[in-house]
């Protein structure tokens, strides 16, 4: 009977071009990522999806550490008077906190705010533990959840509460806080398209469009299958903006008490909503090698018949050693059929099917959830042969993403082109840089700035909207 | 200037005799493990304190996935109405709780705890999770803060904010359960002895100290130098006290709907303090090699002079290479004797001194933290004579531990002798099982029954307080 539910389950996979959006609220819960809970727009992840964010922490982590950064933890409160000390800041995020007013019995005599980002205790632990030019740079990230209190929420996409890495550091002069805002932005570039097979556009937001508080922020922008830009991390140039009220200063060589210059940059458990949007299909997830909780599913088949579990626990422990992800399904109760759905829509890149017939041939049958394709691999040596089949699927999972962004992603030369190319992609667009024209695409097409790319290569000298002198090539499109 | 400021900051450790708890903050402030903040009772970990923990914490995930758990995260606020559904335990836990009442400017219709600790809604998901005896055991794990409204607060022993881990399985039967409870209580047992290097005594807890809402709880309790019991983990069976309430089902083999038997089990940032009063010293913190942030620290001497600074590099890079965890401290404006202090008083647990002298020679100067002894290593094969010390000194600090520990338990046989051994250390003494004894003992002593040995062995057969039949070997110490 449970099988039979489950099977039904795994059939209802609502086709991608019907809704989009539905199919991916069904990849998200069939798959077993997260689950909805009695709290107000707050999931609760599930091992697999939590284990694909240990796998994309670990990653993060190590890169963060690789460019001299340390972690800490802050507190989860925060008094209301310190948010209120940036008014950018306060303004930005005011409307979505929630506020602990209780401590037991005990009606507080001030309220704080469940942390929906961290600048402002940080810069308050900052101003006592700076003194001098050899403190600098001081680079501190923490991994903990934050909470905004959201109206409308998706899974992954939009929670009140989420999982994420917030990195906070002081540097002594402006130069080297730029450096180090363009320097995180690029560890995020590589984290996208490395480790998760995600290509993504990396620019600079405008004014309208940047985080509240900061002089600058820096987006990577990946596209999903329906066109739509997702917002993939952020890094934020700040400079004296929260070291001034919050007397974050230091003593120079030169005798002298100077501001220091601060960066943040973070990404969240928002990357595997990006994911899946980005390599699902009609059967389900699609997971790049590098952050699939199991690289490898390992079917025997027809196992009752003498030595086939023998020969895959073999296998079994060959991939393991060989420190492969690798999960032997032996469950007698289900069909393989029934496997190879449930497997492949929760994507594992390879699946290794070993039965009489293999082991007489020395071969595993294997199939790739990148491409529809079977092929064998000889036992012998065959974590080699697995390892280079993962090495290839995480490649050409970025490959046909890379070829989908390009199809995608047209230069327009006036609003009605604009409007149209929003509607399946990004438009690249030539722009004045007035606030004006951008709240007037917004207005028209519901297409947002997305950034403005390092690379320029301009392609005209006007305005996609007002048609007046352009300054900037910029990138439009809808957003999650 | 900050040199000075410094050194004289290194060289106020109040000595341990004279008073314990101020050396504690002593201790852990000036070796920059945490700071306080401007959050009542809340904690902010520092890079050396959270790298600690961080240790900590993949030490005992790796063990927790090898006896089959996997990681989630659940949402951090929990709505009043789900604290509510198990009685002693909403008794237990609602006079600590912050409330959040507001999100936004929008008054919550109901109030939600900031979680205090999570059975409540694990319960609640697992009713929605658990369906056959197929899905069970259930074994699943969270790392997060929690946090409790705590009047009187001390760095890492009681805060109202921690960091820590929360084990919440589901089973079949009771037997499971129970041997679930038991198992993680021994795997505590070992990430205490055999990775920090802390000697425990485990048991049961009585009645009266067992966790609100559970059937059993197991405990380690820890000794520190002071004499005091440091309660470093505990194990909880409910039984079905909570999957009643939340309606926590499986349909079993034969067909019948029944009551899944329920465990949880937590460790957390204590373990830092537990870590500091039991090894720690006049000069400051000895850490175990397992889960000191830096293993070994490198100082070159006079390395002004030609070839030092190569060589000490090279030393750095094979270190590096074999795994150990080394910090080479190339501070050209500090002197040795200085970088000694502060490397003792961090507790790094081997110094390797390299001056033209020592590669004239082809060895290393080195100093063991735990010991006051001063060797050479030749430089030849430096990876395998380090490794050789490190281990050594992991063994040594936790036989130092465990000499103190068994030096400072005594059976007592009458309360004077128990009032006078809890001044010191631990108790042991047989009891009849009645609160009124344990309640006497705590008025009398300000000792509490830490817990019931597993392995008995008897001296006698009365009460140690009121001279009835006793019923067991118990343990009362008092404790932090």
Redesign the interface.
Known sequence: M?NDNKKAFVEHITPRDENFSQWYTDVVTQADLM?Y????G??????YG??I??LIQAEADRRFKDTGH??????????ES?LQKEADHVEGF?????????????KLTE??A?RPTSET?FC??YA??I??Y?DLPMK?NQW??V?R?EKSTRPFLRT??F?WQEGHTMHATAEEAHEEALQMLHVYRELCEDVLSIPVFSGQKTEKEKFAGANITYSVEAMMQDGKALQAGTSHDFGTNFSEPFEVQYLDKDGKLKYCHETSWGVSTRLIGALIMTHGDERGLRLPPKVAPYQVVLLPIAFHKEGVLEKVKEVYNTLKDAGIRVKLDDRD?VSPGWKFNEWELKGVPLRLEIGPRDIANGVATCARRDVNEKFTLPLDNIAKGVQESLDDIQKNLFAIADKFKQERTKDVHNMQELEQQVNTGYARAMWCGERECEDKVKELTSATTRNIPFTQEPFGDKCVCCGKEAKTVIYFAKAY
């Open positions: 449970a689950d809970t009695p709290v107000r707050s999931m609760a992840l599930k091992p939590y284990r964010w240990e340390e972690n800490v933890a802050m507190p989860m409160l925060i008094p310190l005011a409307p979505e906190v929630a506020w602990v007013t209780h401590g037991g019995t005990e309220r704080l469940v205790i308050t632990m006592k533990w003194q001098s050899r501190y903990c959840s909470m209190w009140s509460e999982w109760y």
